[in-house]
Antibody, heavy 121, light 106 residues
Framework: EVQLLESGGGLVRPGGSLRLSCAAA?????????MTWVRQAPGKGLEWVSS????????YYPDSVKGRFTISRDNSQNTLYLQMHSLRAEDTAVYYC?????????????WGQGALVTVSS | DIQMTQSPSSLSASVGDRVTITCRAS??????VNWYQQKPGKAPKLLIY???SLQSGVPSRFSGSGSGTDFTLTISSLQPEDFATYYC????????FGPGTKVDIK
């Protein structure tokens, strides 16, 4: 069974930084899957945040986080990361990591339980 | 960027009802649409991928159709556990989501 476990969430001040981690288990080969981060602000819908190819060679971002967030992965540790800088109140959300099938921009078949990030002074 | 819209934004239905949710893309995306179900406090769950393929383990009362710009998710006979919010997602250019459709009890 595929398991994804996010960690690193918490309270951070506006302008601050935070790094989320997503530990993967139950994968036959973590390094053969693209991965994605999706967030959900309180009471709102799902928003795509970032995706990365299986090798880590290509990354994708929407304009809302481009230049502030960086997705990366350590395939030797079966772990996905999201480094977030210059955080704003509107970045407050539950952040989910998910496994992407049919490419980095494909569909998401397995999800973690989410990590809450709160940006507030 | 491709924009995804959904209608209705919410609906009320009874157990046993047939429910249809529509998703529209701002440009043609072939069959690159996926559908997710989300219950309060839980992670989303994949239901349908590539417009009409049923994800393993998902009940057959869920079905998807469409291509190009217009897509539908149908629940043939609504069950108590189906009351949730449903999202479409395009995977043609980037995994953007529609705004969601909340299905609640009439």
């Amino acid at each position: 069974e595929v398991q994804l476990l996010e960690s690193g969430g918490g309270l951070v001040r506006p302008g601050g930084s935070l790094r989320l981690s997503c530990a993967a288990a139950g994968f036959v080969r973590f390094d053969t899957y693209a991965m994605t981060w999706v967030r959900q602000a309180p009471g709102k819908g799902l928003e795509w945040v970032s995706s990365i190819t299986d090798s880590g060679g290509r990354t994708y971002y929407p304009d809302s986080v481009k230049g502030r967030f960086t997705i990366s992965r350590d395939n030797s540790q079966n772990t996905l990361y999201l480094q977030m800088h210059s955080l704003r109140a509107e970045d407050t959300a539950v952040y989910y990591c998910a496994r992407s099938l049919r490419g980095a921009t494909g569909y998401l078949d397995s999800w973690g339980q989410g990590a809450l990030v709160t940006v507030s002074s | 960027d491709i924009q995804m819209t959904q209608s209705p934004s919410s609906l009320s239905a009874s157990v046993g009802d047939r429910v249809t949710i529509t998703c529209r893309a701002s440009e043609s995306i072939s069959s690159y649409v996926n559908w997710y179900q989300q219950k309060p406090g839980k992670a989303p769950k994949l239901l349908i991928y590539a417009a009409s393929s049923l994800q393993s383990g998902v009940p057959s009362r869920f079905s998807g159709s469409g291509s190009g710009t217009d897509f539908t998710l149908t629940i043939s006979s609504l069950q108590p556990e189906d009351f949730a919010t449903y999202y479409c997602q395009e995977s043609y250019s980037s995994p953007r989501f529609g705004p969601g459709t909340k299905v609640d009890i009439k």
